[in-house]
């Protein structure tokens, strides 16, 4: 189960000044009365940017493994939310999806570069749709954009902040902004219990 590290750092800060270090996840979420064997579990690495370590707890009892991801980190997606926030902000303002695949992935062919955009326009944008729903009073007669966001709240980066903004509501926005788990097919969720030591979580955006 994911759950946010509440941070200013850039993701480079964090990985300099070895901020999972200083996570800490005071009482178990499943226990919070007590009464489990709810303890630290070491850490797992994120590839991007190298060096990155988030840290993890474990809870026996309730056979749950719990990692506080930073605010500057894309949930299920490597590198940072502010990454992810330039490739919407580029393709919002772009004459078209194709221009900003030409500007944005120089690297990979057309197609791909437009599935590589699709897949993190789309989750934003439902994540931002899903928040204008959720905090009526705050954002009634915002559009779902990430320009319009950041103009109607008067920030530079929206993604790290609407992190705090929607912080009890994350585990039902989708990532890479918000920590839903992935749902299979049959509507049941994907979501293993446990993560596995090693890399990042399973992308399925990526
Ligand atoms: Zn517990």
């Keep these: 189960m994911q759950l946010r590290f509440a941070t200013d750092f850039?993701?480079?800060?964090?990985?300099?000044?070895?901020?999972?270090?200083?996570?800490t996840l005071e009482r178990c979420p499943?226990?919070?009365?007590?009464?489990?064997s709810f303890a630290r579990h070491g850490t797992y690495?994120?590839?991007?940017?190298?060096?990155?370590?988030?840290?993890?707890?474990y809870c026996p009892e309730g056979h749950c493994t719990f990692s506080l991801l930073a605010d500057?980190?894309?949930?299920?997606?490597?590198?940072s939310l502010q990454e992810?926030?330039?490739?919407?902000?580029?393709v919002e303002q772009a004459a078209s999806r194709?221009?900003?695949?030409?500007?944005?992935?120089?690297d990979i062919e057309l197609p791909g570069?437009?599935?590589?955009?699709?897949?993190?326009?789309?989750?934003?944008?439902?994540?931002?749709?899903?928040?204008?729903?959720l905090f009526p009073d705050l954002l009634t007669g915002c559009q779902p954009s990430v320009c319009a966001f950041r103009q109607w709240l008067g920030v530079d980066w929206i993604l790290p902040v609407l992190r705090e903004i929607a912080e009890l509501q994350l585990a039902r926005l989708p990532p890479p902004l918000g920590?839903?788990?992935?749902v299979g097919r049959g509507g049941e969720s994907k979501q293993p219990r446990q993560h596995q030591v090693g890399p990042d979580p399973p992308a399925p955006i990526a």
């Design 98 to 106: 194709e221009a900003a695949a030409d500007d944005l992935r120089t």
């Design 72 to 79: 500057c980190f894309a949930a299920r997606l490597s590198g």
């Design 84 to 90: 992810v926030e330039e490739v919407v902000v580029a």
């Design 45 to 57: 690495e994120r590839v991007d940017p190298p060096g990155t370590r988030i840290p993890r707890w």
């Design 179 to 182: 920590f839903q788990p992935p």
């Design 30 to 36: 499943l226990h919070p009365a007590g009464g489990c």
């Design 10 to 23: 850039t993701s480079s800060e964090y990985v300099k000044r070895q901020a999972w270090k200083d996570a």
């Design 113 to 133: 570069a437009l599935r590589w955009i699709r897949r993190r326009l789309k989750a934003v944008h439902a994540a931002l749709t899903l928040l204008l729903g």
